[in-house]
Nanobody
Framework: QVTLVESGGGLVQAGGSLRLSCAAS????????MGWFRQAPGKEREFVAT????????YYADSVKGRFTIYRDNAKNTVSLQMNSLKPEDTAVYLC?????????????????WGQGTQVTVSS
């Protein structure tokens, strides 16, 4: 069991940056594959980025590649998403998720634990 709490969302102008953080409870955080997803109003939940338990492997959606960076600190039970060069189309609720799978997945169905989400709004 793991509980996830996101923070760091807000309102930013296009071209700006934000850093999202996700704090996890539990002593087994380092064994989970972690992911970030986002959901805009009226749209399906969308994969953003994922990172393996060791932090050695990361994968990104094409829409954020080169602009977003996912990283984790297993000693502090945190996973973060650095978002640069933000665009209005990045506006969404961003959710942190944890998966017991050792294989990185872009599918939300593979993630058993979810945070409540944090709102990111990018103005043009």
């Amino acid at each position: 069991q793991v509980t996830l709490v996101e923070s760091g969302g807000g309102l930013v102008q296009a071209g700006g940056s934000l850093r999202l953080s996700c704090a996890a409870s539990g002593r087994t955080f380092s064994t989970f594959t972690m992911g970030w997803f986002r959901q805009a109003p009226g749209k399906e939940r969308e994969f953003v980025a994922t990172i393996r338990s060791s932090g050695a492997n990361t994968y990104y959606a094409d829409s954020v590649k080169g602009r977003f960076t996912i990283y984790r600190d297993n000693a502090k039970n945190t996973v973060s998403l650095q978002m640069n060069s933000l665009k209005p189309e990045d506006t969404a609720v961003y959710l942190c998720a944890a998966s017991r799978s050792v294989v990185s997945s872009r599918s939300a169905i593979d993630y058993a634990y979810w945070g409540q989400g944090t709102q990111v709004t990018v103005s043009s």
